[in-house]
T-cell receptor
């Protein structure tokens, strides 16, 4: 069975600090996809990134970066120079070829001014 | 660009009533997924449809049923509502090309059972 674990339930930092959200996954599939979603207080799910299991290259998008390591089954997300607008719940998710998503429990990130 | 449309956005029902949630996928998308997100919880997969046929099933209660119509929109019917059914319900759609394609989420329907 697939499983995603986000051990950090809540994180609170001061604006401009860097913050890393951890994600560990379990799957027996050799082909799978990993995601990060942002859920602001308004409730919608905002897609941030998708990686497939064959692409371990790290990715940077502005202040966001992702570190994918198959050896440790981790897909961590770092926000550099955090801003108040980054405050949200962040979900890591896993999908196989069937495309349905298995989500982690989410990390509530609060950025204080 | 057109997105996934869910209606209504908010719905308040009493216990034991029935609710119908609607999802209009992105044009030309043939696959629809439903997820349920309880308060403080992560979204849980309920059911999916491909070309109007049920393709996968998750932890969907027997009181719930869903279908995908000829125009590819989908409806989630929920009967004998319970307080625990209060949640945010997401619909997502994708286009099946034989390999993975991204699923796009709607903004969700917030159901409150009182």
């Amino acid at each position: 069975a697939q499983k995603v674990t986000q051990a950090q339930t809540e994180i609170s930092v001061v604006e401009k600090e860097d913050v890393t959200l951890d994600c560990v996954y379990e799957t027996r599939d050799t082909t799978y996809y990993l995601f990060w979603y942002k859920q602001p207080p308004s409730g919608e799910l905002v897609f941030l990134i998708r990686r497939n299991s064959f692409d371990e290259q790290n990715e940077i998008s502005g202040r966001y970066s992702w570190n994918f390591q198959k050896s440790t089954s981790s897909f961590n997300f770092t926000i550099t120079a955090s801003q108040v607008v980054d405050s949200a719940v962040y979900f890591c998710a896993l999908s196989d070829r069937a495309q349905k998503l298995v989500f982690g429990q989410g990390t509530r990130l609060t950025i204080n001014p | 660009a057109a997105g996934v449309i869910q209606s209504p956005r908010h719905l308040i029902k009493e216990k034991r009533e029935t609710a119908t949630l609607k999802c209009y996928p992105i044009p030309r998308h043939d696959t629809v997924y439903w997820y349920q997100q309880g308060p403080g919880q992560d979204p849980q997969f309920l059911i999916s449809f491909y070309e109007k046929m049920q393709s996968d099933k998750g932890s969907i209660p027997d009181r719930f049923s869903a279908q995908q119509f000829s125009d590819y929109h989908s409806e989630l019917n929920m009967s004998s509502l319970e307080l625990g059914d209060s949640a945010l319900y997401f619909c997502a759609s994708s286009l099946d090309r034989g390999w993975y394609t991204e699923a796009f989420f709607g903004q969700g329907t917030r159901l409150t059972v009182v």
